[in-house]
């Protein structure tokens, strides 16, 4: 842990050094409804903690955590049949590249269009922006599966499903992580998109809100609360990730 | 009755204009250690993955115990080059794996075997350690065990030393024919290193052409309490000289 933090400190200094520019700059040019200063959105962010806390962020959080469920689902799925299925690969792997070329934040309008200013809308973006990564970075860990591990245990006699659950599972997992770290913050990031675009709660919703009552610190103030959330989460699956990964890498 | 028997065994790579083996008859005897001695890609390999099964011959027939190897789900151990020990799994859990894919031994009998196997590979007291841990000799000691744990009587080496340091190598060498003594398993042995199977083998079986038609079998004047000294004797120097040229000569048609 104190190496870690060794290894962190010229990063803090440099955040913080860059912090102080801002809040310079910001000062120098006083107009507070373009650029306020990181003192002004912290203190706006105190004002407003009973909204932002007990109303927009459980709504944004529910559309991350309902997005990032079904993008997990639907990637591992997909990525398991593509393993387990060559002619599934080659129909799918393509469409899935595909996929990734959609602009959802042009699309997403549309979503609204389509399922209305609920919750859906706002999941369904969060969804196309995450089960990509996750399908991709899991179907590659399957395949880092070794041929000659395989051999080796079909002559002990294995089954596929042997294989699978004794060689692809445990090599998948150490990308599986990797996938979960990349796709939380993405699933966050399409729920404050699908916000923006259309509903009735929401940090994405509240910092839009914000923007066109010109109240700059109130825009930046639940993304700061937003990008807090991801780096916990983030953290949160790095500690679990060191208990159920005991190795990575080579063989 | 023979441990394993090769029949007329002819096989092809698909996609290949040649066989690799071609109308191949041999068979070995129960307790026995043969080396089988070729140069890299003769097909000595070839043999091995049609003993245990995961290939399947073009023609001919393949015994292992008597019984055809083709649609066996277990038929012999089998250690390839690599040690192949699952770096997520510790020593014991690696030494479990045959076990567990075979099924109906209880966790505690498991145990009970990996202890007494660890044992007789000298590494008691290794079972909870990770792969990594171990140094490559141990890694292969391991990698021995698990294979000795599928039970099979007839064990299938492909060159399991090759990739050990020269010092190593020998004391493995003696490690393994000590083992092959206290335990009375059959065992074929592949390597291109004439010497090692001068010192491991009662009789060497040298691959002398590619497709592979026969094999043929030189015996070895030495009992089975060898020592590496023995080897300077000077009709094993001089076998050692023709086992050389006989490598050299090796034609691929």
């Known amino acids: ?251 | 009755m023979s441990v394993l028997e090769f029949d007329k065994v002819t096989y092809r790579y698909p996609g290949d204009d040649k066989n690799i083996l071609e109308n191949l008859s041999f068979a070995v005897e129960p307790g026995s250690f043969h080396c089988i001695l070729g140069v890299s890609g003769c097909g000595k390999s070839t043999i091995f993955r049609l003993t245990n099964g995961l290939l399947h011959q073009t023609e001919g027939r393949v015994l292992v115990g008597g019984e055809p190897v083709g649609g066996r789900r277990h038929v012999c151990g089998y250690m390839p080059q690599k040690d192949l020990l699952f770096p997520w799994r510790t020593v014991g859990e690696n030494l479990a794996l045959p076990m567990e894919i075979r099924g109906g031994i209880p966790k505690k009998e498991q145990l009970l075997r990996i202890d007494a196997a660890l044992a007789q590979v000298g590494l008691a007291g290794c079972r909870g350690k990770r792969p990594d841990e171990l140094s490559g000799g141990m890694r292969q000691r391991a990698a021995f065990a698990r294979t000795m744990l599928t039970g099979s009587d007839l064990l299938l080496l492909d060159e399991p030393f090759s990739a050990l340091d020269f010092l190593t190598r020998l004391t493995m060498q003696e490690w393994l024919l000590d083992q092959w003594r206290t335990t009375g398993k059959t065992i074929l042995f592949i390597t291109h290193d004439v010497e090692e199977a001068l010192f491991l083998s009662s009789s060497v079986l040298v691959v002398e052409s590619t497709p592979i038609r026969s094999l043929r079998e030189i015996r070895v004047p030495l009992g089975a309490d060898r020592t590496r000294r023995d080897l300077t004797r000077p009709e094993l120097v001089e076998l050692r000289e023709e086992l050389i040229g006989m490598l050299r000569k090796q034609v691929t048609e």
């Not at chain 1, 299925?85 to 393509?94: M, N």
């Not at chain 1, 080796?152 to 979960?180: E, H, M, N, Q, W």
């Not at chain 1, 994405?204 to 066109?212: E, H």
Request: overall charge positive; glycine content about 6%; some cysteine.
């Open chain 1, 1 to 251: 842990m104190k190496k870690a933090n060794r290894g962190n400190l010229p990063a803090l200094v440099l955040f913080f050094a860059l912090l102080m520019l801002w809040q310079l700059g910001a000062m120098k040019m006083n107009a507070a409804y373009i650029l306020p200063t990181p003192t002004q959105i912290l203190q706006r962010l105190w004002e407003l903690r009973e909204p932002l806390l007990m109303t927009h962020l459980p709504a944004t959080m529910s559309v991350t955590l309902i997005g990032l469920g079904i993008s997990l689902v639907l990637g591992l799925a997909l990525a398991v049949i593509m393993d387990v299925s060559p002619l599934c690969q080659k129909a799918l792997y393509p469409i899935v590249v595909a996929s990734q070329t959609i602009p959802t934040t042009a699309i997403a309008p549309l979503f609204v269009l389509w399922f209305g200013y609920g919750i859906w809308s706002k999941v369904l973006v969060a969804v196309l922006i995450t089960f990509f990564p996750i399908t991709i970075t899991v179907y590659d860990g399957l395949q880092s599966a070794r041929v000659e591990m395989a051999e080796l245990l079909t002559t002990f006699g294995a089954t596929r499903r042997d294989v699978f659950l004794k060689i692809k599972v445990p090599c998948a997992l150490p990308y599986f992580f990797s996938a979960i770290k990349m796709a939380v913050p993405m699933s966050i990031i399409g729920a404050a998109i699908g916000e923006w675009l259309g509903a009735q709660s929401g940090l994405g919703y509240f910092s839009r809100r914000m923007m066109t009552q010109l109240d700059g610190a109130g825009v930046f103030a639940p993304i700061v609360l937003l990008s807090a959330v991801a780096m916990l989460a983030v953290a949160l699956i790095a500690v679990i990730e060191k208990r159920v990964v005991k190795w990575r890498g080579e063989f």
